[in-house]
């Protein structure tokens, strides 16, 4: 087990204003001050299964869109979602502006700043909680994401899977422990800074880093098969046929579904690809010609999406099943799509 008391986190510390990144949600020369917890819970909602380079540029436009929390709470989701579009986990967008409108509506625009009180609000889980309470509150919250969970693995030997529930709980507690008394986000801060920039996944760079005096892993060779990788497991497969129906110079949309996947957004028509069974369309069509294949993979599942173009017939009018409009591709750019749909436009514009 590390030695975490002071020679630690005042290496830890010093490494860290010496080589954190200029991150747009961060204090810096160009940004002193306080932090503004609003941009805390925005980028660490962002960065949950994002790399940090994605995120940035997102960020930026988000905030530059919604400033404040009351801005955020105020605004259609559809433009929200439109600002998320690309970014993937959607979810994480409607949790986002549901806990802007609480804090506004309900706690009368104070942004809670312990980490129970975080929990309550909607996509608020321990780590996220933790993250802006310790980085925007300075509270002593213990946090663990896969960078600190990795560096804790290392720096303690830990060679079990950290996704182990009983590992997982001892990641935690031990976070807890090494927690200093000041600066406690900025330590936090900088566990993430070294995981994801010096402790890497794979070749770690341990002669650059400011702690590896203490680390177990590193002293006994092993701090490359630490974590234990892995298990890998089978992906599911799921097919789709999507149809780009055209009436002019426009094209049906439909909006999906408020829950589930792609929650609330916009997609050309897309029906499960049954085997030897007619696809039950909106609006009568004209023959369909196959124009490409999508692929689309998330963290559980695969999607595979055959693309078809069709004209639909003169007079025929869409259900009203579900919200459906008709659209230019210049006017799709005002609602948001989905990756793979994203991709379809790309298809027909190249056409």
């Known amino acids: 087990m590390i030695d975490a008391g002071a020679a630690f986190t005042r290496r830890l510390l010093r490494w860290y204003d010496r080589s954190r990144r200029d991150l747009p949600w961060r ?30 540029p997102y960020f930026n436009r988000f905030i530059a869109r919604f400033p404040t929390l009351a801005d955020l709470a105020s605004a259609p989701l559809q433009e929200v979602l439109r600002l998320w579009q ?9 949790n986002l502006q549901a806990a802007a409108a609480i804090i506004v509506n309900k706690l009368g625009g104070q942004f809670p700043s312990q980490p129970a009180e975080l929990s309550k609000l909607h996509g608020i889980g321990r780590y996220t909680a933790g993250a802006v309470a310790s980085i925007a509150f300075n509270r002593r919250a213990a946090i663990l994401d896969g960078n600190v969970a990795r560096v ?8 079990e899977d950290p996704r182990i529930l009983r590992v997982r709980e001892g990641l935690w507690t031990r976070a807890g422990k090494i927690l200093p008394r000041e600066r406690v986000g900025d330590f936090n801060s900088a566990l993430m800074e070294l995981g994801a ?5 794979k070749q770690p760079q341990c002669l650059l880093c400011p702690v590896r005096r203490h680390c177990q892993a590193f002293a006994n060779g092993r701090q490359d098969q630490i974590p234990a990788p892995r298990k890998s497991r089978p992906t599911r497969l799921l097919r789709r046929k999507t149809y780009c129906i055209s009436w002019k110079d426009r094209w049906l949309i ?10 609330g ?11 030897d069974r007619a696809a039950v369309l909106p609006v009568k069509i004209g023959p369909a010609v196959q124009i490409g294949t999508i692929s689309h993979t998330l963290t559980h599942r695969r999607y595979e999406f055959a693309v078809f173009r069709a004209s639909a017939v003169n007079g025929s009018r869409p259900r009203n099943d579900r919200p459906r409009l008709w659209a230019t591709l210049d006017e ?20």
């Open 27 to 56: 204090t810096s020369p160009q940004r002193p001050g306080p932090l503004d917890p609003y941009h805390v819970l925005v980028s660490e909602t962002m960065l949950q299964q994002t790399q940090v380079a994605t995120v940035i």
């Open 86 to 94: 690309g970014l993937g986990y959607y979810s994480r967008a409607h």
């Open 152 to 159: 804790l693995c290392r720096l303690d030997r830990i060679e």
């Open 197 to 201: 920039t010096v402790c890497t996944p």
């Open 254 to 263: 439909e909006q999906r579904p408020a829950v589930g996947r792609w929650a």
């Open 265 to 275: 957004m916009w997609q050309f028509v897309t029906v499960d690809a049954v085997p």
């Open 332 to 351: 799709l750019d005002q609602y948001p799509l989905p990756r793979p749909h994203l991709k379809v436009v790309e298809m027909l514009k190249s056409q």
